[in-house]
């Protein structure tokens, strides 16, 4: 059930000064998660929908390519640095949500970490890759692509709301 509350939470905030962990499972059960401050939220197709930016180096891609469903983690500002760790740490390497101290739990098919003050259960419809000419403003490309290695970006219906 989703609730109502959501949108009293300053998506901007929650999202770009906050951030959020991405997190999947992958077909053998086994979970990564990573930080996150590019995404959205909004109504797209009449449904309540949240969309994030994953490059395609991330190791945590081929988590949420591989999962119908990925869920959006918010914690409070006492979890900063556990967010840092999170972004800069590839699970490639280590068992980082291990590590992160969070308690991790599956529900309906998605992590959910028990410190989390909301996470968004989120079941994906769509996914493409930004294409270089499709940008309009093209000093975009400089700035954030000088490797072009461009983000996928993944549209997912919110189909849970945990405080």
Same mark, same amino acid.
């Given at each position: 059930?989703?609730?109502?509350?959501?949108?009293?939470d300053d998506v901007f905030s929650l999202i770009g000064e906050r951030w959020m962990l991405?997190?999947?499972?992958?077909? %053998?059960?086994?979970?990564?998660?990573?930080?996150?401050?590019? !995404?959205? &939220? =909004?109504?797209?197709? #009449? *449904?309540?929908?949240?969309?994030?930016?994953?490059?395609?180096?991330?190791?945590?891609?081929?988590?949420?390519?591989?999962?119908?469903?990925?869920?959006? %983690?918010?914690?409070?500002?006492?979890?900063?640095?556990?967010? !840092?760790? &999170? =972004?800069?740490?590839? #699970? *490639?390497?280590?068992?980082?949500?291990?590590?992160?101290?969070?308690?991790?739990?599956?529900k309906d098919g998605a992590p959910v970490f028990k410190e989390s003050s909301i996470t968004?259960?989120?079941?994906?419809?769509?996914?493409?890759?930004?294409?270089?000419?499709?940008?309009?403003?093209?000093?975009?490309?400089?700035?954030?692509?000088?490797?072009?290695?461009?983000?996928?970006?993944?549209?997912?219906?919110?189909?849970?709301?945990?405080?």
């Open positions: 059930m989703i609730n109502e509350d959501i949108t009293k991405v997190a999947a499972c992958d077909e %053998s059960g086994k979970t990564n998660a990573m930080t996150a401050s590019w !995404g959205g &939220m =909004g109504v797209l197709w #009449g *449904k309540k929908v949240v969309f994030v930016f994953i490059r395609p180096q991330r190791y945590t891609k081929k988590f949420v390519d591989s999962a119908e469903k990925f869920s959006l %983690s918010f914690f409070d500002e006492s979890y900063k640095k556990m967010l !840092g760790y &999170m =972004g800069k740490v590839s #699970g *490639k390497d280590e068992d980082k949500i291990a590590k992160s101290g969070l308690t991790l739990d599956i968004l259960i989120c079941r994906k419809l769509y996914r493409q890759t930004l294409k270089e000419d499709c940008f309009i403003d093209k000093s975009n490309i400089e700035k954030w692509y000088p490797q072009k290695d461009y983000h996928d970006v993944y549209v997912a219906e919110i189909v849970e709301e945990i405080r």
